[in-house]
């Protein structure tokens, strides 16, 4: 084993490519999509040293051209989940002792590997699997990947750094950060590939040994980075893939005794069902499980009558619909004063008006389709309903089609009730609702913003007055756990603003950062005497 206390590289946010016309990346990635489309696919679970296979295959299209194939991934059952619970704790000993700079490698490997050699491979998996334009797949699959592996290289280091400042005389005192006693499972969700590689990937970089089940619709790019991973030297059985159903997941990993946590991403309603059925199963764990979830949104944009026209307008525009306003940190919710309401207006519906909507392999479209006929089926039921309430007016939008693809036409409905059904309950998609107030009731505005849902994921108040910066700020201090003030509320940056939320957003324990990380350890103080005392008799004993 080598012996140093060493450096890691010193990471900075990957350079996000623009893909302008002309570019050398335009062109990559458009070979990159080409040869994908071209190209059917077959995806094996990964388990242990295997590459398995099953009698049951499932197609896989793009949302935006769902009678496309890309090609087939294997469906397993219970027996594929024991066997990967298997091989992760096969594999466990050797990974936990395993030197940590020797894991970091790995992962610092896996980063370069996608920010170059695998960089348009991976953005283009991502934009026809879960139908994300140009731009969106770079800033995640490829740059907020890379990210997530080498900030977290680096926090990794410092953790371990952390020592007791104090030993005193004859003393010396240390702390280890263990891995978790089992394994650890990751359930991830299809909006974004660099969540679903770093869930896994960062509790396996703290030692510990991962069951992955990621969304089926997103299974296209995950093997990819699975791929990835291997390539990078991750030893078999560290991770393990499995494409089963959540049902049969949980079925067997919720009654293992070696299951020590969940790292999760997605719905609030699985996720609390998951606590649950956690908790009703304690008794069978060998140690308390972590419990670790980001979850849904209902994410706000609250304006004060001192705001940027114009800067206001861009953080609706890119913060509803980018992604078709399938983020969790989604603008779905606006609060508008109503003197800045009519100019405000005739921006944002020339500005959506002019967003063109189709297949991401056309570069010129700003808005591609909704991820399935599920998701589709529920975000235009909501349509309807607003098109026939007295409380809604829909004034741009509210059209959709299913024929080629799931799409959607960005949607903005204003509504005379801030309790209105989509001011409160979460629809992922690009459906935006805006309630217009009196300026004067600001101050109610505020409680309105804090009490209307049970979320607290993300949130932007825009204003150039600082006391009401100051006022809002305070006001609305728990009802996001990541504020932008003057922007809109999505785009976080690993290493620069950690992201998560409280409430029923999850347990807020900030991806890309420090904290989330030291969830994945269990510490271990040790104290070594040199000198240690041979008598018990103290001398308050003598007379």
């Known amino acids: 084993m080598l012996k140093g206390f060493f450096n890691v590289p010193t990471p900075v946010n990957e350079p996000v490519l623009q893909y302008a016309p002309g570019s050398k990346e335009r062109a990559l990635l458009t070979d990159a999509l080409a040869q994908a489309r071209a190209t059917e696919t077959t995806i094996p679970m990964y388990i242990g040293a295997a590459e398995v296979t099953t009698d049951k295959k499932v197609s896989m299209h793009p949302p935006h051209d769902h009678k496309h194939c890309l090609g087939y991934y294997y469906q397993g059952n219970k027996q594929h989940v024991q066997q990967a619970i298997d091989a992760a704790l096969t594999a466990k000993e050797s990974w936990e002792n395993l030197a940590w700079e020797q894991r970091a490698a790995i992962f610092l490997k896996a980063a370069d590997l996608i920010a170059g050699k695998y960089r348009y491979q991976l953005n283009a998996a991502t934009m026809l699997c879960q139908s994300k334009n140009a731009y969106q797949a770079e800033i995640d699959a490829a740059c907020e990947l890379i990210d997530f592996l080498r900030f977290n290289v680096k926090y990794m280091s410092e953790i371990y750094s952390q020592q007791p400042p104090v030993s005193g005389p004859g003393t010396w005192n240390r702390v280890e950060q263990r891995p978790l006693e089992g394994f650890v499972f990751a359930l991830t969700p299809f909006n974004f590939t660099a969540i679903a590689g770093n869930l896994p990937a960062c509790v396996a970089m703290m030692g510990n ?138 921006l944002l519906v020339a500005d959506l008006a002019s967003l063109k909507m189709g297949g991401v392999e056309e570069y010129g479209n700003f808005i591609n389709a909704v991820i399935d006929e599920k998701s589709f089926d529920k975000i235009a039921s909501y349509i309807n309903n607003a098109k026939n309430d007295a ?69 932007a108040f825009i204003a150039q007055d600082r006391y009401a910066i100051d006022k809002a700020s305070h006001a609305l201090r728990n009802a996001a756990g990541n504020f932008y003030i003057n922007d809109k509320p999505t785009g976080a940056v690993v290493g620069q603003q950690p992201f998560g939320g409280a409430r029923a957003s999850g347990t807020n324990d900030k991806a890309g950062s420090m904290i989330n990380l030291l969830r994945w350890v269990s510490p271990r103080t040790i104290k070594e005497t040199f000198n240690g005392a041979t008598s018990y008799h103290y001398p308050f004993l003598d007379k």
């Open 209 to 346: 040994v991962v069951v992955w089940k990621p969304a089926n619709t997103q299974i296209y790019s995950a093997a990819l980075i699975m791929k990835i991973l291997k390539e990078a030297g991750l030893p078999d059985g560290v991770i393990n893939l499995v494409y089963v159903s959540g049902t049969d997941a949980g079925d067997v990993i919720f009654q293992h005794p070696d299951f020590a946590g969940i790292h999760f991403t997605g719905s609030t309603g699985v996720f609390q069902n998951i606590w649950q059925t956690i908790g009703n199963n304690i008794s069978k764990y060998k140690t308390y499980p972590r419990i670790v979830g980001e979850t849904g949104g209902k994410d706000f944009i609250l304006v004060h009558p001192s705001a940027d026209i114009k800067l206001t307008n861009t953080a609706f525009v890119r913060g509803a619909f980018e992604y078709q306003g399938q983020k969790c940190s989604a603008a779905s919710r606006g609060y508008v004063p109503a003197s800045l309401w009519p100019a405000l207006k005739e």
């Open 391 to 459: 409380q809604a007016e829909i004034i741009a939008g509210g059209n959709y089609s299913k024929e080629k693809g799931y799409f959607i036409e960005p949607t903005v409905i204003v509504t005379t009730n801030p309790n209105y059904t989509t001011m409160c309950e979460e629809i992922f998609g690009p459906v935006l609702t805006l309630y217009i107030y009196n300026d004067e009731e600001f101050d109610h505005i505020l409680k309105v913003v804090d009490s209307t849902s049970g979320y607290a994921l993300t949130g």
